[in-house]
């Protein structure tokens, strides 16, 4: 098997990759800052080395990416590089060194799309500097895999829930406050007729798909796959699943977007809400079935409500009175 470093392992895709890379054998090397903690546990995690590097300092230092050659891997997932002058380097290192580079991307590189489901073939339209830095990226990476033989795999993952982590929820940001506020009945607005999409996805899921493109590195090189669940939710059919699962029958009220937009509690809330809206995510997998065998475990709506039920017993959300 493997020797396979994983840069910023300890978060919530590392939480389900390091170890299923651990149980198939291979030799997992987690580089983090050492502040966090996987989200569950598991006795994979005491055969794992851990590295602590702070990526910035030791990027500003010019130290990081000969640490990352140091630890001597076959294979480099890079989970959170977020700019191009990050990865480069990383990159011109690794040339000729390693047999396989998995960079994480995200959804948002897509921008506005032209058709849904989108596919990889789809042409990218970022805006804002995430999607926008990400895309640049992608672009890059698959330029130096098509031309220069490096051996890049990009995944870009949908709107990442599972335990522990607060899912987007139907007003589209991560206030789970609305969640309490349907388990005790009460109403929530949605904008417009409440039919912008949200494309989940388990951090279990993305893990599935590391692993696939790693075993079918053949067919994964110089190529891009999305990491989603197999459906995206309209915030309406979300808002309604979940009344229903606590017991409630859906109250729901719409409004046109300017005046929903008004109505959230602060600038910050109302713009996060408009990032999701904006972009309205409904992407394929069809590419990733066909070549990698990919199959989501979780639908969009079981892996939110595996993020909710752990938020309620955690004391995080209300728990429904139909729970009782």
Same mark, same amino acid.
């Given at each position: 098997?493997?020797?396979?470093?994983?840069?910023?392992?300890?978060?919530?895709?590392?939480?389900?990759?390091?170890?299923?890379?651990?149980? &198939?054998?291979?030799?997992?090397?987690?580089?983090?800052?050492?502040?966090?903690?996987?989200?569950?546990?598991? /006795?994979?995690?005491?055969?794992?080395?851990?590295?602590?590097?702070?990526? &910035?300092?030791?990027?500003?230092?010019?130290?990081?990416?000969? +640490?990352?050659?140091?630890?001597?891997?076959?294979?480099?997932?890079?989970?959170?590089?977020?700019?191009?002058?990050?990865?480069?380097?990383?990159?011109?290192?690794?040339?000729?060194?390693?047999?396989?580079?998995?960079?994480?991307?995200?959804?948002?590189?897509?921008?506005?799309?032209?058709?849904?489901?989108?596919?990889?073939?789809?042409?990218?339209?970022?805006?804002?500097?995430?999607?926008?830095?990400?895309?640049?990226?992608?672009?890059?990476?698959?330029?130096?895999?098509?031309?220069?033989?490096?051996? =890049?795999?990009?995944?870009?993952?949908?709107?990442?829930?599972?335990?522990?982590?607060?899912?987007?929820?139907?007003?589209?940001?991560?206030?789970?406050?609305?969640?309490?506020?349907?388990?005790?009945?009460?109403?929530?607005?949605?904008?417009?007729?409440?039919?912008?999409?949200?494309?989940?996805?388990?951090?279990?899921?993305?893990?599935?798909?590391?692993? +696939?493109?790693?075993?079918?590195?053949?067919?994964?090189?110089?190529?891009?796959?999305?990491?989603?669940?197999?459906?995206?939710?309209?915030?309406?059919?979300?808002?309604?699943?979940?009344?229903?699962?606590?017991?409630?029958?859906?109250?729901?009220?719409?409004?046109?977007?300017?005046?929903?937009?008004?109505?959230?509690?602060?600038?910050?809330?109302?713009?996060?809400?408009?990032?999701?809206?904006?972009?309205?995510?409904?992407?394929?997998?069809?590419?990733?079935?066909?070549?990698?065998?990919?199959?989501? =475990?979780?639908?969009?709506? =079981?892996?939110?409500?595996?993020?909710? /039920?752990?938020?309620?017993?955690?004391?995080?959300?209300?728990?429904?009175?139909?729970?009782?």
């Amino acid at each position: 098997m493997s020797r396979v470093v994983v840069i910023g392992g300890t978060g919530h895709i590392g939480t389900y990759l390091i170890p299923a890379l651990v149980d &198939q054998g291979h030799e997992v090397v987690n580089v983090s800052r050492g502040q966090a903690k996987s989200y569950t546990h598991d /006795a994979a995690w005491h055969r794992v080395e851990q590295i602590t590097a702070d990526r &910035q300092a030791e990027e500003q230092a010019g130290t990081f990416v000969d +640490r990352i050659v140091s630890l001597k891997p076959d294979i480099v997932v890079d989970l959170i590089s977020f700019k191009l002058t990050s990865t480069k380097p990383l990159v011109e290192t690794l040339r000729g060194k390693i047999e396989h580079f998995l960079h994480c991307s995200t959804l948002w590189v897509y921008g506005h799309t032209d058709a849904v489901p989108a596919d990889e073939n789809q042409l990218m339209n970022p805006f804002g500097e995430y999607g926008i830095d990400k895309a640049e990226m992608e672009t890059w990476l698959m330029h130096e895999a098509r031309t220069t033989g490096f051996p =890049a795999t990009i995944f870009r993952p949908g709107q990442i829930v599972g335990e522990g982590w607060a899912p987007i929820t139907p007003l589209a940001n991560n206030k789970e406050a609305v969640f309490s506020r349907m388990a005790r009945g009460e109403e929530i607005t949605l904008p417009n007729l409440g039919l912008e999409t949200l494309n989940h996805v388990h951090a279990a899921d993305i893990s599935q798909l590391i692993q +696939r493109a790693i075993t079918h590195r053949s067919v994964a090189v110089g190529e891009t796959f999305n990491a989603v669940a197999d459906t995206a939710l309209n915030l309406r059919g979300y808002a309604e699943a979940i009344f229903k699962w606590f017991g409630l029958e859906p109250k729901i009220a719409y409004l046109p977007y300017e005046e929903w937009m008004k109505q959230q509690p602060t600038p910050e809330e109302a713009h996060h809400s408009w990032e999701h809206f904006a972009r309205s995510s409904c992407l394929s997998i069809d590419k990733a079935r066909r070549l990698l065998g990919y199959e989501p =475990a979780y639908s969009s709506i =079981a892996c939110v409500k595996e993020s909710i /039920a752990w938020l309620i017993d955690h004391g995080k959300v209300e728990k429904p009175a139909a729970w009782n």
